[in-house]
C-alpha cells in the first residue's frame, strides 16, 4: 500500500517517534472537499497560500475577501475570488508553477484546514484550485482574533519595497509576532501552515537569520518532512492591528540537538531559517483583527 507520507515525512515522524499516530491522523486526509469544509471556506475573509518561484524559491501570500470570496464550486474544486498583491511573487508564481498549498484558518474559533492541488487562474482573474488533499488540522497554538473589513476607501495607499535582509523595524515586528505562517513544498507539492507562540517564541539572531521552536502539533510534521528533504521555505508575518505584510523567502533547517530545544520552553525541536529575500507590503489588506486570547497549548 502507497504512503501518504513521502520519505521526507515519513523520516521526520521516525526520528520523532510518532510513526504509528502519524499512520492514523494521515487516513484523514482525502482528495475531495466534504460539506463541512466547504461551508468553512464560505465564512472566511482570509486564505494563506504557498507557492513556488521560477527558480524554486518559495513564498507564502495571503489572499482576503468578504466571506464568500473562496468557496467550493463541487467537491474537487475551490474558487477563489482575489487577486494577488501588487508586489507579491504569488502573481508571477502562478505563471510558471501552478502547485498552490492553501491555508484556511479561523483564529476566533481555532479550526483551520489545508487544501493542497493545482491553481488555474481564469481570465478574469479569479483563481479555481483542484484538489489534490484536503485535510483539517488541529487548533494548538492559534492565538484567538475576530476581524473586521475596513472600507477601501479609508484605507492608504499600498506600498511595497523590497530588500535581502531584515530592517531594524521589521526585526522588532518578527520579534514580537505571535504568530506566522510558512510555506515548505517536496518536489511540486506545496504546503502552508501555520505557527504560533507567545510574543517572543521566534528569535531574530541578526538581519540575516531567525530561530523558532517547533511544538507539538499534529504528529504529521509535514512542513518538517518537507524541510528534510528541500530547505527552502516561504514565511509570512501579517501585522493584525495595520494589515501590513512581511514576506520572506530562504532556507530552513530543522536542529534535532536537544540543549538547542532547551533554550526554548516547550519545545522538542528548533528551527533555524536564513534570509534571501524580503517583500514587505504596507496597507496589504482590509482586515483588522481584535486580539481576544493566547492559546492555551502556548509554552509559558
Not at 469544509?37 to 507557492?51: E, H, K, N, T
Not at 475576530?146 to 499600498?158: G, N, Q, S
Request: hydrophobic letters at 40%; aromatic letters at 8%; one cysteine or more.
Amino acid at each position: 500500500m502507497t504512503s501518504i507520507y513521502h520519505a521526507g515525512e515519513l523520516a521526520v515522524q521516525a526520528r520523532a517517534g510518532v510513526q504509528e499516530m502519524a499512520a492514523r491522523i494521515g487516513r484523514s486526509i482525502g482528495s475531495t472537499i466534504p460539506q463541512a469544509a466547504q461551508d468553512f471556506l464560505r465564512r472566511l475573509p482570509m486564505a494563506i497560500v504557498g507557492s513556488i518561484e521560477d527558480g524554486g524559491r518559495m513564498w507564502a501570500s495571503v489572499l482576503t475577501g468578504e466571506p464568500g470570496f473562496m468557496r467550493a464550486l463541487d467537491e474537487r474544486t475551490a474558487r477563489l475570488n482575489a487577486r494577488p498583491l501588487p508586489g507579491d511573487p504569488l502573481g508571477e508564481n502562478l505563471k510558471v508553477n501552478r502547485q498552490v498549498g492553501l491555508l484556511a484558518i479561523e483564529p476566533a474559533t481555532r479550526r483551520r484546514m489545508r487544501l493542497n492541488g493545482e491553481a488555474e487562474v481564469m481570465p478574469d482573474g479569479v483563481i479555481r484550485i483542484h484538489a489534490r488533499q484536503v485535510y483539517a488540522n488541529c487548533p494548538k497554538h492559534i492565538q484567538a482574533r475576530e476581524w473586521e473589513m475596513k472600507d477601501v476607501a479609508t484605507v492608504p495607499a499600498r506600498s511595497a519595497r523590497c530588500g535581502d535582509f531584515l530592517d531594524t523595524e521589521q526585526q522588532r515586528r518578527i520579534s514580537e509576532a505571535d504568530t506566522f505562517f510558512i510555506a515548505s513544498s517536496h518536489q511540486n507539492d506545496i504546503d502552508a501552515s501555520h505557527r504560533g507562540g507567545n510574543p517572543g517564541f521566534i528569535r531574530v539572531v541578526n538581519e540575516r537569520f531567525l530561530v523558532w521552536p517547533d511544538y507539538s502539533g499534529n504528529m504529521m510534521l509535514q512542513t518538517l518532512g518537507n524541510l528534510a528533504v528541500n530547505p527552502r521555505a516561504g514565511l509570512l508575518f501579517i501585522d493584525f492591528e495595520s494589515g501590513m505584510t512581511l514576506q520572506i523567502t530562504g532556507r530552513a533547517e530543522v536542529i534535532w540537538d536537544a540543549k538547542r530545544a532547551s533554550e526554548f520552553a516547550g519545545a522538542e525541536r528548533v528551527v533555524q531559517f536564513c534570509v534571501d529575500e524580503v517583500v514587505e507590503i504596507s496597507n496589504a489588506i482590509s482586515l483588522r483583527w481584535r486580539f481576544i486570547s493566547y492559546s492555551s497549548f502556548n509554552p509559558a
